[in-house]
């Protein structure tokens, strides 16, 4: 179980998202990659964003991110922003 603040998405600059209000993520959860640490709920279309303000991670699939703990971010809280044209967790950190 995580703790506070652990994977929460605390900013997100790609405005574009359907899920970004003021540069706050209003999706229910987000998925994280699978080799990239991309996040995967990323959309441009019109959606009906969640009350909640700070998201969970609710799957990190990039087994090798220093945060990820069987599948579950551990990082004090993550930023999502643009990387090379598409929307990254950029709290990743390679495994040493």
């Given amino acids: 179980m995580q703790q506070m603040n652990e994977g929460h998405v605390l ?3 790609v405005t574009e ?3 970004n209000n003021n540069e706050a993520c ?3 959860n987000i998925n994280v990659g699978d080799i990239h640490p991309t996040c995967d709920t990323f959309t441009t279309q019109n959606v009906q964003e969640s009350p909640m303000e700070m998201p969970d991670v609710a799957v990190c ?3 090798d991110c220093k ?3 069987s599948n579950d971010c551990a ?3 993550i930023t999502v922003a643009h990387h090379s044209g598409h929307a990254d967790c950029l709290t990743y950190r390679e495994s040493a």
Avoid: E, L, S
């Fill in 11 to 13: 900013t997100c600059t």
């Fill in 67 to 69: 945060f990820n703990q």
């Fill in 61 to 63: 699939n990039v087994v």
């Fill in 75 to 77: 990082a004090p809280g």
């Fill in 26 to 28: 209003h999706a229910p």
């Fill in 17 to 19: 998202c359907g899920f």
